[in-house]
């Protein structure tokens, strides 16, 4: 599961130690591909995939009994893929498959509709992509439409669907959300009270009593137009005198606007109105342009600081890397410092051998006109069987 730490099995049948041995641990889609790798008693990091730095680790109390197992600490979604460990001085190797898992309980919300009853599963934070089923009390499958699924920045997936249900024996209704591959569910139950569910009866007496109400409406529009109509063809007696009255109205208003000196707005008015009205949209447009261009200033900053953050993080890395290159340059050098002197004092400690020799050679000779140097001979030998014994050792460790 996301976050958990997890051991990559793997161990050598029949059991024998790998102490001394090298075991890599790769992955072959990486570039670069090795994850872990052990060297002769030492764990080597040149050439690592950065993602990995500081979260792998071997078993060391049980590589003795030919355990190489890997142990991956603090899992995440990219950590997902096969691994392979190969032991190259036995040629043997293995592959394990790694599964990433996260998992969240659903959630149900009610809404009501004309239709019946709208139930609305949501369950947000899974990986791999889920399935989500609606059950009823019992277990049977509801028919519904397909779920929606959206993945998010994270690479986390949100499943929901939606049903509408009817009013049963038990009101109960399931949203089961499920994943097979990790083989992990989470289920999710409500219960209904009958008084969330509409009376159809009573719906179908507001049916009825909304319609007479519309016929009766239509019947008053009716008797209404065809009063009007025979108050038109009757004359205009009515009508005209109230058109007097009304005119008698609007003469008498005008001239007491007149009287007052209230007239209407001028054309110099107007105008004044126009332009106001046209500063107003300028300033505002002038205003939006300044919002615009303060945002973008905040953007363009944010980015800048983004990119100077990744400049630092990128010298570190950079750093890092030149750190570690001029340790492997010194080690090389140490290497062929030591193995040339090694050479030296192999070559000195033959030409010791040589002289020894030489002198072994001629006391030989004088031991056989004089049997008073024959312990000086004895010792001789001696000398020479401890040096070839140093010869011998130092070759050895060469």
């Keep these: 599961m996301l976050g958990d730490d997890v051991i990559l099995p793997s161990h050598l049948e029949p059991a024998m130690a790998v102490v001394g041995r090298t075991v890599e641990w790769t992955r072959p889609d990486l570039n670069p591909q090795f994850v872990h790798t052990w060297r002769e008693g ?23 009994d030919g355990d190489v197992s890997l142990k991956l600490s603090e899992v995440k979604l990219s950590d997902e893929g096969k691994y392979r460990c190969f032991i190259p001085s036995l040629g043997k190797e293995t592959t394990v498959q790694l599964i990433v898992g996260f998992v969240s309980s659903p959630f149900i919300a009610i809404n009501k509709s004309s239709s ?3 139930l609305e599963c949501e369950s947000k934070g899974w990986y791999p992509e889920p399935e989500l089923f609606w059950l009823d009390a019992e277990g049977k499958l509801l ?26 024996h038990s009101n109960s209704f399931t949203c089961r959300v499920q994943q097979s591959k990790i083989q992990q569910t989470r289920l999710m139950r ?24 519309v016929v009766l409406l239509c019947v008053v529009v009716v008797v209404f137009s065809v009063y009007l109509w025979r108050t038109n063809k009757l004359g205009n007696t009515r009508m005209g005198r109230l058109t ?4 008698k109205k609007q003469t008498q208003q005008r001239e007491e606007l007149n009287n007052l000196g209230q007239e209407g707005p001028t054309d110099e008015e107007r105008e004044r109105q126009k332009l106001m009205a046209e500063k107003e949209v300028k300033k505002n447009a002038k205003h939006e342009e ?4 303060e945002n973008e200033r905040k953007q363009k900053e944010e980015l800048e600081k983004q990119i100077k953050q990744l400049e630092s993080e990128l010298k570190e890395v950079k750093k890092s890397e030149e750190t570690e290159r001029k340790l492997k340059e010194d080690a090389e050098k140490m290497k ?22 030489m002198k072994l050679k001629r006391t030989k000779e004088k031991s056989m006109k004089s049997d008073k140097k024959e312990e000086k001979v004895k010792a001789v030998i001696e000398a020479l069987k401890e040096t070839k014994m140093m010869i011998d050792e130092v070759q050895k460790r060469f």
């Excluded at 990091?45 to 979260?55: F, N, Q, T, V």
């Excluded at 008084?195 to 009593?209: L, P, R």
């Excluded at 300044?290 to 261009?293: D, G, I, R, T, V």
């Excluded at 010791?352 to 020799?357: A, F, I, N, T, V």
Aim: proline share 3%; hydrophobic share 35%; aromatic share 6%.
């Design 116 to 118: 019946g009853v709208v």
């Design 190 to 213: 409500i219960h209904l009270e009958d008084g969330v569910f509409m009376d159809k009866s009573n719906c179908s007496a507001a049916h009825i009593t909304t319609g007479f109400a």
């Design 244 to 247: 007097n009255i009304f005119s």
């Design 42 to 64: 030492l764990e080597l990091l040149i050439d690592h995939h950065p993602s990995y730095k500081g979260r792998t680790s071997l078993l060391m109390a049980k590589l003795k």
């Design 290 to 293: 300044e919002q615009k261009k």
């Design 336 to 357: 062929h410092e030591y193995k040339d002197l090694l050479k030296k004092s192999n070559l000195v400690l033959m030409n010791r051998r040589s002289e020894l020799e």
């Design 143 to 168: 028919s519904a439409g397909a779920p929606e699924t959206v993945r998010g920045p994270d690479g986390l997936y949100t499943v929901s669907s939606r049903v509408t249900v009817e009013k049963s």
